[in-house]
């Protein structure tokens, strides 16, 4: 027998990340590491499958490529920079450009892997703020 | 010249057959059936591999995904194998694809499995003509009309 | 004597954990029981018919993750098969695993058209297990462009997930034929068929345990159990191998002939 702490193996229930579909999927948790995924069979809408995208889901996870901080390309060299500045560099040049072209000249993109809430601030943002309709997202599948 | 313009005609006949043959027994067969001059029609493509147990049944599957009518491997006889026992794995996995070819509706005459020795020019030259004429009865292998969709297909998605 | 008193057996003869289902909102979901929750583990009457996981899969993961725990594991007839075919493949070491069998029920069977939907140790209380047909005979009725046509229009709705291979309890490949550029096209769908399909039947031949996982996984709905169980059906008739038996190692993986005289070869 070895030590106990150690032996953890657990499926944790959860959605899809992917797309607006949201089919069930178990992550495979392995001492606090993700392993693995398997579709989750009792689920109303997959009923037991993925697709290509959920089922190599957990190799985004630990991607080196993906984006968890601010990046700036400042010509063509690329820093970090706080999520503040990023954020304030956004405001200073959506004022700027809807300022000077008007509401069509700005478009908005969001994900359908925010929660349904977020995606209604963000499209309830680009009509009343901005007044523009240019607002889409991800999961067109 | 009445005999040169016939083969000449055979090559114009669109079978196709990729022959995998063994190197130690079949292709010096073969090579004994081109020396002693025997005439066999052209359409066979021939692939030297050093034992007919390395065919792998994936390179059988992409013959045929790859416009194959027809497939044919050859290798040394029962117990004269080079690697002693090389052609029993031959002959197992024959029986496997052969079986599950019949199972998705390709005719299983199109695949064929051939003990070749290397005194046996005539049997070699026997053997591609008797295969060329059960194939060319058969015609065209019943995946030509999928490659031509699966390109009309690919020619969509690139348009988009 | 319950599973889950055979199970707190395991865990006082010193093994690491029990894997099994948990029950979460209504739903099985696999788990490693340990001696802190082993009270939860649910009884096997509990876990719904329609919500199996490849737990030999599972298995194999964590007795390579911890190379010196010991594992029991809460198996069915079709789990406990392919922990056998996974052993003659040197995927899992049985000296390190307890097996606690039980047996489908009789529904469930019917579903999976399985012919032994229990594990060994319970072979003498089951009826004798009769003759199951997975539509092989329905198929094998049509013409030969019928066939084709059937399967290429099956294969034609396939979305290239892998589910098939991802669930798959004896795909353990580092590397995969289907992701092989030469074999198969990359970016197309559907990806080039009848290949793609083929050449997973070929290399199910010998090792298919039947679990049908596959079947239930795919979102296309092929019938994959059919192609699988006629590729086993070929390999039982020519060449006497039952994967999941115990004993002999499939004749597809060894060399030499196993079966039949050299003079039947020879014609």
């Given at each position: 027998m070895i030590d106990e702490e150690m032996v953890d193996y657990r499926t944790v229930p959860t959605v899809c990340p992917?797309?607006?579909?949201?089919c069930g999927m178990l992550l495979e948790v392995c001492s606090g590491e993700v392993i693995g995924v398997l579709p989750?069979?009792?689920?109303?809408?997959?009923?037991?499958s993925l697709c290509a995208k959920g089922w190599s889901s957990p190799e985004f996870l630990k991607?080196?490529?993906?984006?968890a901080k601010a990046i700036l390309r400042e010509e063509g060299e690329e820093k970090e920079v706080s999520l503040e500045s990023a954020l304030g560099l956004v405001v200073e040049n959506l004022n700027r450009v809807l300022e000077k072209y008007?509401?069509?000249a700005v478009g908005f993109i969001s994900s359908a892997r925010c929660t349904n809430e977020e995606n209604y601030l963000l499209e309830k943002f680009a009509r009343t703020?901005?007044?523009?309709?240019?607002i889409d997202h991800c999961a067109r599948l | 010249m009445a005999s040169d313009e016939n083969v000449l005609l055979q090559d114009l006949t669109p079978i196709r057959i990729v022959a995998f043959l063994c190197n130690w027994c079949s292709y010096a067969g073969a090579d004994l059936a081109g020396v002693s001059r025997l005439s066999y029609p052209a359409n066979v493509v021939t692939i030297r591999v050093?034992?007919?147990?390395?065919?792998s049944p994936y390179h059988v599957l992409k013959a045929f995904q790859s416009g194959a009518d027809g497939v044919l491997i050859t290798g040394c006889h029962i117990g004269d194998c080079h690697y002693l026992k090389g052609n029993y794995m031959t002959y197992k996995r024959f029986q496997v694809i052969q079986g599950l070819l019949q199972f998705v509706?390709?005719?299983?005459?199109r695949f064929r499995l051939e003990w070749i020795s290397a005194s046996e020019g005539e049997k070699f030259a026997e053997t591609v003509r008797d295969f060329t004429e059960e194939v060319g009865k058969l015609g065209?292998?019943?995946l030509a009309d999928e490659r031509e969709a699966a390109k009309s297909r690919e020619a969509l998605m690139r348009r988009f | 004597m319950s599973v889950k008193e055979e199970a707190k057996n395991l865990l006082g003869k010193g093994m690491d954990g029990v894997l099994f289902y948990q029950m979460k909102d209504g739903s099985a979901i696999p788990h490693l029981f340990t001696s802190k929750d082993i009270d939860e583990m649910p009884d096997?009457?509990?876990?719904?018919?329609s919500e199996r996981y490849p737990l030999s899969d599972i298995l194999s993961k964590l007795l390579m993750r911890f190379s010196s725990a010991k594992f029991g594991i809460v198996a069915r007839g079709c789990d406990e098969r392919a922990i056998i075919e996974l052993e003659k493949h040197q995927q899992?070491?049985?000296?390190?695993v307890s097996l606690i069998g039980f047996a489908c029920s009789p529904e469930l069977a019917k579903i999976c058209s399985c012919?032994?939907?229990?594990?060994e140790s319970l072979a003498d209380e089951m009826n004798e297990a009769q003759e199951i047909s997975r539509g092989i005979e329905s198929v094998e009725r049509m013409s030969t462009p019928a066939r084709l046509g059937f399967w290429l229009s099956n294969f034609?709705?396939?979305?290239?997930?892998m589910g098939c291979r991802n669930i798959?309890?004896?795909?353990?490949?580092?590397?995969?034929s289907l992701q092989d550029e030469d074999l198969v096209e990359s970016g197309?769908?559907?990806?080039?068929i009848p290949t793609f399909h083929l050449l997973r039947a070929i290399d199910m031949a010998?090792?298919?345990?039947?679990?049908g996982l596959c079947e239930e996984a795919c979102p296309a709905g092929i019938p994959l159990r059919t192609l699988y169980g006629k590729v086993s059906e070929i390999v039982r008739e020519e060449l006497g191998y039952v994967p999941g038996t115990r004993g002999v190692k499939s004749p597809l993986e060894e060399?030499?002939?196993?079966?039949?005289?050299d003079d039947d070869l020879k014609s």
């Open positions: 992917y797309c607006g579909a949201g989750m069979k009792g689920h109303p809408s997959s009923k037991g991607s080196s490529n993906r984006l008007g509401p069509e703020f901005a007044k523009t309709n240019n | 050093m034992c007919s147990g390395t065919v509706g390709i005719e299983p005459e065209e292998s019943p | 096997v009457r509990e876990i719904p018919d899992i070491d049985t000296s390190r012919s032994k939907p229990y594990t034609s709705v396939c979305v290239k997930c798959c309890p004896l795909c353990f490949c580092k590397e995969c197309v769908l559907p990806p080039s010998g090792r298919c345990v039947m679990c060399l030499g002939s196993s079966v039949g005289s």
